[in-house]
């Protein structure tokens, strides 16, 4: 019964990338992480530099399922009540009614979110966690189809605030945007060079591949995929490993391997098999820990990127045959 679930999550999956594809040229490491990350319930944290299709990746990933969906444009005088809602008073029933923010949704994109302050940035802090919010003393929950798509411009510092460990620490991937190559730039220009603003999704002709109920499904079959106790004890000890690099500062938190557990059962669905194995786990090291880690002041001076560390601490650590 676990391999004919498999195959229809591999079905649905195939179909959203399809979907996808309409309207993005490339990215397909990207797609793949999204996927991911959607198939156990995590968030994302796309970083790229202005005009790599950040945004519409994000819109069109959301316009493929059939989940609700808000944008929130981060700003430097955006306020926590702007993303939550906050209550007001209706003078004709004598009470506070809520008036719900753009939190109040199964997808959320958080677009630029490094541009409003910690204080804006920590109100997503328990809806990221929990799956619900808090406002004057009530809870409120957001279901467990909620999902947060964030995007960062790395190299703009201006009027730009770094987001806090706490929160990195709630994203299972932190996904780079590269540049295109030179054969999809031409594609990328041939599809969307006939205007100058961003294109209307409506014109791609997208149609939902998935739902809630059947998103909740799928989750339920990936979590069943075997793990192995040696591929558990790799996965921890390549986290562990990220805490003994001495060219790093900070290591991964248990969180992180628990994390990356999950994630790699995501990914080994995707590649068609029911177990995962040892490349599953590499694959994913550093999209998943690059957001964790906290290089060294001498690592810096030395010019070691994360990405770098981390696939020293890759080859450090000895797999599973």
Sequence with gaps: MLSTNLDDVRRDADALKREVRKAIVGQDDAIDLMLASLLVGGH???EGVPGTAKTLLSQTFAASLS???NRIQFTPDLMPGDVLGTNLFNFQTNEFV???????????????????????QAALLQAMNERAVTIDGRDYPLGDGFMVIATQNPIEQQGTYPLPEAQLDRFLFKITIDYPDRDQEIAIV????????MPHLADFG??????????????????????????????????????EHTSLEVGASPRAATMLAAASRAVAVLRGRDFVIPDDVKEL?????????????????EGLSTDRILRQTIERTSAPR
């Design 67 to 69: 989940l609700t969906f």
């Design 98 to 120: 809520l008036t719900k923010g753009a939190i109040f949704t199964e997808l959320l994109l958080a677009d630029e979110i490094n541009r409003s302050p910690p204080k804006t």
């Design 190 to 197: 041939g599809r969307h060079g006939n205007r100058s603003a």
């Design 285 to 301: 090291v550093l999209p998943t820990l690059r957001h964790r880690v906290v290089a060294s002041a001498s690592a810096e001076i």
């Design 44 to 46: 994302v944290l796309l």
């Design 206 to 243: 997208l149609s939902p591949v998935a739902d809630l109920d059947r998103l909740r499904a799928i989750r339920q079959a990936v979590a069943a995929v075997t793990l192995t106790e040696p591929i558990v004890e790799y996965v921890v000890d390549l986290v562990r490993g990220t805490r």
